[in-house]
Each structure stands twice: as structure tokens, then as C-alpha cells.
């Protein structure tokens, strides 16, 4: 079984639905994701050249489309429908991560690039292999989750988080149903930063489908 959290929280009249997404994942799984997405004004994650103007997919977006090819699963931006005008991208751009972070300016221009040439050279048996690796690793999430692997307390990741929540506060003048579709490593930040709002949590549920 593959799961993901789905948390709500209210201040008065105002509600965040979060909802925590796995970037690569059967279709029934995201289909699941878009009745969650279905209300309020979404701020979704999606990292992009700051220009907007990048006309090829960055290696990490190839390396998640190849994961999705070899194991039948899909990747996340072609499992949602992001066509809603109610839908609005809430994430750093490209260049002030890099700027942020200099490890991860060698991820970008160098690990990950190579990784999707040697995943692109793969055999067919090596493939088969990959694709097992990948689903059982999958099953794992929860046990992986347990051990709390990935802290959102990742400079990172608070620094992704803060930009969200900058954004929900703006969106707030306007709505009063902001849902936030997120990785779940991010949500514990989330709900901490929230709570530091008067905000509280007031449901809180799992998605779920057998993979």
C-alpha cells in the first residue's frame, strides 16, 4: 500500500488543507490526489528556471519521467491535471536554490545529469531490477516515514517552506481555502510553522492505494 497525509487546519474563517504527494507513483494514486486537490486555491511545488523560458525538462524531471518508464508508474506533473487556474505554482526558483545551497549546485550540473545518462544506457535486465528496487522501496515509505529519514528541519526545505508560506498568506487576502500540495518530507514543517499562526489542526486523514 502506498499513502500519503492529508492535513487540515483552521484559524477562524480560514482553512489550509495539506496534502503530501509523492513525485512518482501509480495513476489510481493521483487520481486519489486530484479529490483532495479539489477544493480552495492550490499552491503547488515546482521548481523552474527563474526566467520561466527553459524549453527542455532539467535532468531531474528526465530522471523522474525514466523512473515512471521503467517501473509503469507516472510521474507527477503528467499524473495531476495543473490546467485549473485555481492551481498556482508556490516554489523557489532554480537559481535561488542553487544560490542557497552550493551543494546542490554540483547535483544539478553534475550528478544528475550523469545519473540519467546511466539510466538511460540500462539494459533490459537492469531495468527489471531497477523497476523491483523502486516498488519495494516504495512499500517502504511508512517504515522510512518512522525513522523520520529527511527532516524537514533541512535548511532547504525550511527555505522552500518559508516561500510557501509567504505565498498563503498573500492568496489569504483573497481566499479563505488554501490547499497546499506538497512532498510529504515538507508537511511536519508546515504544521509547525502554521500552528506559530494561531492556526490548528482540525482533520487529518491518509490517502491510499495498493501498489
Known amino acids: 500500500i502506498m499513502y500519503t497525509t492529508v492535513v487540515t487546519m483552521e484559524r477562524k474563517l480560514k482553512k489550509i488543507k495539506l496534502v503530501g504527494c509523492v513525485h512518482v507513483a501509480p495513476q489510481e494514486y493521483y487520481d486519489r490526489l486530484q479529490e483532495e486537490l479539489a477544493e480552495g486555491l492550490v499552491l503547488y511545488e515546482a521548481t523552474k528556471s527563474k526566467d520561466n523560458t527553459t524549453a527542455n525538462p532539467s535532468d531531474l524531471i528526465k ?9 509503469g508508474y507516472v510521474f507527477q506533473r503528467e499524473g495531476l491535471d495543473y490546467s485549473n487556474p485555481e492551481w498556482i505554482n508556490s516554489d523557489l526558483d532554480m537559481e535561488v536554490i542553487i544560490a542557497s545551497d552550493p551543494n546542490f549546485k554540483s547535483l544539478v550540473e553534475s550528478d544528475l545529469p ?5 539510466m538511460e544506457s540500462m539494459d533490459v535486465r537492469d531495468i527489471e531490477k531497477f523497476s523491483f528496487i523502486f516498488k519495494t522501496a516504495m512499500k517502504l515509505i511508512p517504515i522510512v516515514k518512522f525513522f523520520k529519514l529527511g527532516k524537514s528541519s533541512h535548511s532547504l526545505i525550511g527555505l522552500r517552506n518559508d516561500k510557501v508560506i509567504i505565498d498563503t498568506f498573500e492568496q489569504m487576502v483573497d481566499h479563505n481555502f488554501i490547499t497546499i ?5 515538507h508537511l511536519g514543517d508546515f504544521i509547525k510553522k502554521f500552528k506559530k499562526f494561531g492556526f490548528e489542526v482540525t482533520e487529518k486523514h491518509k490517502v491510499c492505494v495498493g501498489i
Open 63 to 71: 530522471l523522474y519521467k525514466i523512473f515512471g518508464d521503467m517501473t
Open 114 to 118: 550523469k545519473a540519467v545518462t546511466s
Open 181 to 185: 500540495a506538497y512532498g510529504e518530507a
